[in-house]
């Protein structure tokens, strides 16, 4: 069984860029979500996605936004972009539902480095 | 507001002791606890996790422990072994219902020394 694949693995862009991440879960998975990892910060919730629907969202600018394709792939979008969101971006799946525990399982991430 | 805190940035461990990762929580509304391990240039991989109604779940050398009343959580690796050095995230689950996010704590570096 395939992981969780997230593309690109690096990326450099230039203050005032946007850019546009990947992200594809496991098989059947259908909640994905992302989170962006900074030194002292651990990681940072941006958002989930499930069935297409953004059902929940972190404490972000709206610079920040996503959206889930039927087949489970999400892409992340940063516009504007500034120094400070030089990060590693990490995407994780999992089929958790209403009742079910289940871990989620993260990709190894984008590195962006904004110039 | 840091509602997942890993108070111990790092941690070193002679090979074969015991290593105690220790998280605390504000938030009474989270109903699981997860620990993940992270070695650079790769993403978190799941370790090990404890349902709010439990207080101890092991596996293998892992055991997390969970103390509701203290708001506490710990991980406990024993033996320590040179591979454990990582650094290791606990996370929260908040589940409303029909959405759910995890909360990571700032991570705590292991390194087990030979």
């Known amino acids: 069984k395939a992981g969780v694949t997230q593309t690109p693995r690096y990326l450099i862009k230039t203050r005032g860029q946007q850019v546009t991440l990947s992200c594809s879960p496991i098989?059947?998975?259908?909640?994905v979500s992302w989170y962006q990892q900074t030194p002292g910060q651990g990681l940072q919730f941006l958002f989930e996605?499930?069935?297409?629907?953004?059902?929940n969202k972190g404490n972000f600018p709206g610079r920040f936004s996503g959206r889930q394709f039927s087949n489970s792939r999400s892409e992340m979008n940063v516009s504007t972009l500034e120094l400070g969101d030089s990060a590693l971006y990490l995407c994780?799946?999992?089929?958790?539902?209403?009742?079910?525990?289940?871990?989620?399982?993260f990709g190894q991430g984008t590195r962006l480095t904004v110039v | 507001d840091q509602q997942v805190k890993q108070n111990s940035p790092s941690l070193s461990v002679q090979e074969g002791r015991i290593s105690i990762l220790n998280c605390d929580y504000t938030n009474s509304m989270f109903d699981y606890f997860l620990w993940y391990k992270k070695y650079p240039a790769e993403g978190p991989t799941f370790l090990i996790s404890?349902?709010?109604?439990?207080d101890k779940n092991e596996d293998g050398r892992f055991t997390v422990f969970l103390n509701k009343s203290a708001k506490h959580l710990s991980l406990h690796i024993v033996p320590s072994q040179p591979g454990d050095s990582a650094v290791y995230f606990c996370a929260a689950r908040l589940n409303t219902g029909t959405a759910s996010k995890l909360t990571f704590g700032t991570g705590t570096r292991l390194q087990v020394m030979l």
């Open positions: 994780a799946s999992s089929s958790i539902g209403r009742t079910k525990n289940t871990e989620a399982f």
């Open positions: 098989s059947g998975h259908r909640s």
């Open positions: 996605y499930f069935s297409e629907t953004q059902r």
């Open positions: 404890i349902s709010s109604i439990k």
